[in-house]
Nanobody, 115 residues
Framework: QVQLVESGGGLVQAGGSLRLSCVFS????????MEWYRQAPGKQREFVAR???????NYADSVKGRFTMSRDNAKKVVSLQMNSLKPEDTGVYYC?????????WGQGTQVTVSS
């Protein structure tokens, strides 16, 4: 059973940076696309970033140029470096592991950006 554990959230002022991490266990890491989603209070969960096994990435338009996702296949860890944070980046950030047959979610980590 895949388990995902996120860390690195916190409170930061606008313009600041945070680095989120997600540790994967329980299966073959390389077969999964890894993704970050976020959910702001009262809003639907939205896509933030995706990274394939080979390292190719996709980002939501709202975070392009500010966020960078990376993965370490040997350590089974993905990271999300978030720079130039804005109050609208506030929310619970979830790590997801997706294959053709399954999708798994972590418990989430809170990110709060104050203005």
């Amino acid at each position: 059973q895949v388990q995902l554990v996120e860390s690195g959230g916190g409170l930061v002022q606008a313009g600041g940076s945070l680095r989120l991490s997600c540790v994967f266990s329980g299966s073959t890491f390389s077969v999964y696309f890894m993704e970050w989603y976020r959910q702001a209070p009262g809003k639907q969960r939205e896509f933030v970033a995706r990274i394939a096994s080979g390292g190719s990435t996709n980002y939501a338009d709202s975070v392009k140029g500010r966020f960078t996702m990376s993965r370490d296949n040997a350590k089974k860890v993905v990271s999300l470096q978030m720079n130039s944070l804005k109050p609208e980046d506030t929310g619970v950030y979830y790590c997801s592991a997706a294959s053709f047959s399954s999708t798994y979610w972590g418990q989430g980590t809170q990110v709060t950006v104050s203005s």
